[in-house]
């Protein structure tokens, strides 16, 4: 599920979506990722299990100069029940949450497991 796509001023695209488990708010193409010399990410996107811990993300975009605009803090911060597990399953048919798979809040991309995958979310 979309909480913001890229254009009409947004340097950022943001989704929920579920990583190991666990209900995630994706920073997709994050432009703060490192690429490699083909313009590839060299490390996964970030992931935040709290609406707090991606506002944070999204204040690094603006310290870079990318443009987020403020519906993106509204509209993650309104996905904050989604992401604790507080509301119903809005995503389909999909594993909630399982005891002891969690992600860690972090300032920088997620660290995967060797090839793991990424749903699908690299462009």
Known sequence: MSIIRFGDGSDVYLICTYRQGARVAECCGCR???????GMPTAAFP?????????????????????VPERAYDRTLERDAWLEGRD?????????????????????PAEEEESAPLGGTRP
Do not use: N, Y
Request: charged share 35%.
């Open 32 to 38: 703060l990722v490192p690429r490699d010399d083909r």
């Open 47 to 67: 992931a935040f299990t709290t609406a707090l811990g991606m506002c944070s993300h999204l204040d690094e975009h603006r310290k870079a100069g990318h443009e």
């Open 88 to 108: 119903d399953d809005e995503l389909g048919d999909v594993p909630s949450r399982e005891p002891g798979s969690i992600l860690r809040e972090q300032d920088g």
